[in-house]
């Protein structure tokens, strides 16, 4: 077993069984250092090449992604920027289809509109409108939980949930559980069937489902290829924001840009789209809007 995977093992190596039943009282910080420890085997062999886990499920009207991963930041960190929702809009911008985020504030809490898009520069009337709402499911001194949910989507598209939960394996580092979902109805899955077949037909996941015949893997395609794809790239998302805390605080948002680019090519067969030159124009245009459109919001 790899060094990195040990303290989070130890934590809960009881829990290695495969019948193991949570109990009642078992606290969600417990539950998911244990999540992690039983996937330890899988995080030890994984492709990509870091303590990171990634699985997907598609049912008749939904699909999800979750992505289970020691990253090395502290706990403190990860409670700092996420525990309120400022900082997720920096977050999410990073995302290749995010084209706008702002924070408003409505009765039943903060709101975060995220304009969704192509792969390209593109006038936000051009792009389609979803409201997150913003919700702490849980904060203590080791466990947070942060919930976006939005009731609709675009092209019949539903109950949109980005999940984050994060506990430490020690001073240093901690766990991170990401889960991305979404229901879908027939608009969207005529959509879908089209992108499939046209635009998006040499596109894949990353499970992989057996060896082609000169012996590469083959991998998912289809709905669970597209929710994989995505939740890598809100977890990169995530990974890079923290990752640029380190510089000065008038270079974090390029250093953000760079890092997530960078990260993204780690996998070309399933992340790559445009070349980095096009990726960070793109991305310093689509910041500047949406920054300006939050100091416009705030005086108005």
Not at 41 to 50: L, V
Not at 123 to 131: G, N
Not at 265 to 294: C, D, F, G, I, W
């Amino acid at each position: 077993m790899r060094a990195w995977l040990l303290p989070a093992a130890v934590a809960c190596a009881a829990c290695m069984q495969a019948n193991f039943v949570w109990t009642a009282d078992t606290s969600a910080a417990e539950a998911l250092r244990a999540r992690f420890a039983v996937l330890a085997p899988k995080i030890a062999g994984s492709q990509f090449q870091r303590p990171l886990h990634l699985e997907s499920v598609e049912s008749s009207n939904s699909v999800r992604g979750d992505v289970f991963a020691q990253v090395d930041y502290p706990f403190a960190e990860v409670d700092q920027v996420f525990n309120g929702p400022a900082r997720w809009c920096d977050v999410l911008i990073l995302h290749i289809n995010t084209k706008f985020c702002g924070v408003s504030n409505a009765p039943s809490g903060p709101v975060l509109t995220v304009n969704i898009g192509k792969k390209v520069e593109e006038r936000l009337a051009d792009t389609s409108r979803v409201e997150f709402n913003y919700r702490v499911a849980a904060a203590t001194a080791d466990y947070l939980a942060v919930e976006l949910r939005a009731g609709k989507g675009p092209l019949s598209t539903s109950d949109f949930r980005i999940l984050l939960e994060s506990t430490p394996i020690d001073k240093a580092r901690s766990i991170i559980h990401l889960t991305y979902s979404y229901s879908f109805g027939a608009t969207s899955r005529l959509a879908t069937q089209v992108y499939l077949a046209s635009a998006g037909r040499s596109k894949v996941g990353f499970t992989t489902t057996g060896n082609r015949a000169d012996g590469e893997p083959d991998y998912i395609g289809g709905m669970r290829g597209i929710v994989e794809r995505n939740t890598m790239r809100y977890f990169l998302a995530i990974d890079a924001y923290l990752g640029a805390l380190g510089a000065p605080p008038a270079a974090r948002v390029e250093q953000s840009f760079q890092r997530w680019y960078d990260a993204t090519e780690k996998y070309p067969r399933q992340l790559h789209e445009v070349e980095r030159t096009a990726y960070l124009e793109m991305k310093r245009r689509e910041y500047r809007r949406q920054q300006e459109q939050s100091r416009l919001s705030s005086i108005q």
